[in-house]
């Protein structure tokens, strides 16, 4: 009966009864001396198979979603890592670890314009500092 249903239609499966019991049965034709390959399994066996599947399939998805999720987590520290290290470069002098004059002139610029009142800024140029600077620190 299945070699007569893939003569007509190709590659085929079909319900059959063997022995008082139901089985599922695939048949296709290959192009050796007119040979047929022919499987059947039992539909008990089958839906043990098919929930296994599921389940391995929906571990996998879980592992995979996991693995997603702490690689952001991941990427996300190590871009507040990298963001802090940036702003460290950009505030803090290396030589004395205080603040850079780029911070100096936000905290000023702060001050000033948070505040209704009046302030003055003093620049003293000092002559031959640099000596002073480098001998001293």
Known sequence: ?????????????????FQNEDYIMYGERININN????????????????NSALLGSNLFIGILLIVYLLTI??????????????ERLAYVDEITGGDSFTKFKMNVEKLVMGSNDDYAMVDI?????????????
């Open 73 to 86: 987590i991941l990427i996300i520290f190590i871009q507040e890592k990298n963001k802090k290290n940036i």
């Open 35 to 50: 040979w047929y390959i022919i499987s059947s399994i039992s539909p008990d066996e089958m839906s043990e198979n098919k």
């Open 1 to 17: 009966r299945i070699k007569d249903a893939i003569e007509e239609n190709g590659p085929e499966c079909i319900k059959v009864k």
């Open 125 to 137: 140029d000092v002559d031959r500092f640099k000596f002073i600077n480098d001998i001293f620190g």
